[in-house]
T-cell receptor, first 113, second 112 residues
């Protein structure tokens, strides 16, 4: 079965520093991969997704992620953190039957001034 | 504008009462989903539906029921059998099960 592991339930960075949120997945079929962001008391918003083609995917708000099949990873990065990036981030993979997404447990990003 | 609406934003349930959470989408999506979110536990799938008049149990379906009589609507009923219903409930929809899910703003259910 598909699964997603997000390393680090909490990540803290200084404003202006690199943001790196880790996501590893397992999948028995070529995966579709997603990163979502959630602000307090709101729904999830899509940051970016990988389906096929170019392995470096650019998303909204300056985020990007690279699909590395050999490492079964899809880490999320942003060169320079902003205070407004403080939120919870979820990685997700499409299920092997293509009928739903499987979400990771989430990583809360804190940005220090 | 296309999107997903959930109502109400806050809902209060009394002991032994069933309550229904509304989810409507005008994105013409076939698939719809209900998730429960508790602090520190990520998203847990309650029910999902890939087509009208069909739905499947997710990981934590006990104490919940759904219907899918129209493409646009996927209401969730929290029954009295759900002993710990206090949570944030999120509805989502997608074109197909493999594609991007679009989320509503959520309903917070509290027990009186």
């Amino acid at each position: 079965a598909q699964s997603v592991t997000q390393l680090g339930s909490h990540v803290s960075v200084s404003e202006g520093a690199l943001v790196l949120l880790r996501c590893n997945y397992s999948s028995s079929v070529p995966p579709y991969l997603f990163w979502y962001v959630q602000y307090p008391n709101q729904g999830l918003q899509l940051l970016l997704k990988y389906t096929t083609g170019a392995t470096l995917v650019k998303g909204i708000n300056g985020f990007e992620a690279e699909f590395k099949k050999s490492e079964t990873s899809f880490h999320l990065t942003k060169p320079s953190a902003h205070m407004s990036d403080a939120a919870e981030y979820f990685c997700a993979v499409s299920s092997e039957y293509g009928n739903k997404l499987v979400f990771g447990a989430g990583t809360i990003l804190r940005v220090k001034s | 504008d296309g999107g997903i609406t959930q109502s109400p934003k806050y809902l209060f349930r009394k002991e032994g009462q069933n309550v229904t959470l509304s989810c409507e989408q005008n994105l013409n999506h076939d698939a719809m989903y209900w998730y429960r979110q508790d602090p520190g536990q990520g998203l847990r799938l309650i029910y999902y539906s890939q087509i009208v008049n069909d739905f499947q149990k997710g990981d934590i379906a006990e104490g919940y029921s759904v219907s899918r009589e129209k493409k646009e609507s996927f209401p969730l009923t929290v029954t009295s059998a759900q002993k710990n219903p206090t949570a944030f409930y999120l509805c989502a929809s997608s074109i197909t099960g493999r594609e991007t899910q679009y989320f509503g703003p959520g309903t917070r259910l509290l027990v009186l």
